[in-house]
């Protein structure tokens, strides 16, 4: 079973940081672009952060200079570094990629989500 596994959320308060983690598992013979993205209470699934497995990047304009998003391409890991927390950046945040198998195969996968809470 191939799936993305999440964790690292939790509670902060405004200013502080977390680091959240997403491992892909299972029969997998290579990953493509991994994501974040996050969902507000009434709102909307937004992206966050991706890199491609190269490592190229971009972010969304309310995250940019704060976050950071990272890989670990031998773990199947993405990371994402949150620095300078706000409440409006409280938010469930899910990991998405693109996987092959190792039967060729081409999946789509998203994580469970994680829980994020700015207050104070």
């Known amino acids: 079973q191939v799936q993305l596994v999440e964790s690292g959320g939790g509670l902060v308060q405004p200013g502080g940081s977390l680091r959240l983690s997403c491992a892909a598992s299972g029969s997998i013979f290579s990953v493509d672009i991994m994501g974040w993205y996050r969902q507000a209470p009434g709102k909307q699934r937004a992206l966050v952060a991706r890199?491609?497995?190269?490592?190229?990047?971009n972010y969304a304009d309310s995250v940019k200079g704060r976050f950071t998003i990272s890989r670990d391409n031998a773990k199947n890991t993405v990371y994402l570094q949150m620095n300078s927390l706000k409440v409006e950046d409280s938010a469930v945040y899910y990991c998405s990629t693109r996987v092959e198998t190792t039967t060729y195969r081409y999946l789509a996968l998203w994580g469970q989500g994680t829980l994020v809470t700015v207050s104070s």
């Open positions: 890199i491609t497995s190269g490592g190229s990047t």
